[in-house]
């Protein structure tokens, strides 16, 4: 392969994974193959036991992703064909980010557009640089958006928020953005890089039950579905991470 061929590459050190979306010259778009191998790098992450956080971005300051790449897709006779097959790999991407334990960081410099909001909202953190452009032009190209973004985002956002990006076909900067609750934090894009990387170093190093258990709680609460979340508390009381802690707590309080 090319060392400048459109890939999604995985690298990770001291329980952090980022994973790379590395399409530049497409805005960092996906056609059917990217979108498996991010498929495969999320699936990569949740077999690695010793990764603590996933960090999602773009290659370059341009883009955190447009979304899909229609020129691979609108080159045959068949282009409801090819978009529904390319939706099922997209679908199935964003599926297997959202389902990792872990906590998931989106962070976006530049443009996050259709899928790639879709990609965004597969996370937990979504961490916007100042230069962040947010939409989905859906509507435009007569396309009907997945549902599971579409449900997150009236969660989070509410239904006015979401009808403005898919009927309006609004492009909201980063103040807006955030002002709807679809980021939680805009950074300046000079100290983009080191703060979105302190974030995830910071995560990284707090205890891996709690964090996974506090996940699933939040989770379920939000969906409405927070009926597990008694046994989920139990599970990581029980997992001896709490008596470790005060343990080390206790030491430290008395001294050498």
């Known amino acids: 392969m090319s060392p400048d061929a459109p890939t999604v590459r995985l ?57 899909m790449d229609f020129d691979a897709i609108t080159v045959g006779p068949d282009y409801r064909g090819d978009f529904e097959a390319a939706e099922s ?89 955030r002002a709807a609750g679809l980021i939680q934090k805009i950074i300046p894009a000079a100290e983009f890089d080191r703060r979105l990387a302190e974030t995830a170093a910071r995560i990284a190093l707090q205890p891996p039950e709690v964090i996974s258990a506090y996940k699933r709680m939040i989770d379920n609460i939000a969906a409405g579905a927070g009926e597990a979340n008694a046994e989920i508390r139990d599970c990581a009381l029980r997992s001896g991470i709490i008596d470790e802690k005060l343990a080390e707590l206790g030491r430290r309080r008395r001294g050498p």
């Open 89 to 177: 790999h997209m679908n199935r991407a964003t599926e297997a980010l959202a389902a990792l334990e872990i906590p998931v960081i989106a962070g976006l410099r530049g443009v996050c557009m259709g899928g790639g909001v879709q990609i965004a909202m597969a996370a937990d953190f979504r961490i916007a640089a100042d230069d962040l452009r947010f939409g989905i032009p859906a509507a435009a190209l007569g396309i009907m958006y997945p549902l599971a973004p579409i449900e997150k985002m009236i969660r989070i956002a509410g239904a006015g928020a979401v009808k403005r990006l898919l009927i309006e076909g609004a492009e909201l900067d980063a103040s807006e953005a």
């Open 11 to 67: 690298d990770v050190a001291d329980g952090v994974a980022t994973i790379h979306i590395d399409n530049p010259k497409k805005r960092n778009s996906l056609d059917p193959a990217l979108w498996d191998r991010l498929y495969d790098a999320a699936s990569r992450v949740a077999e690695d036991g010793a990764v603590r956080v996933a960090v999602v971005r773009g290659v370059g300051d341009k883009a955190f992703s447009a979304g």
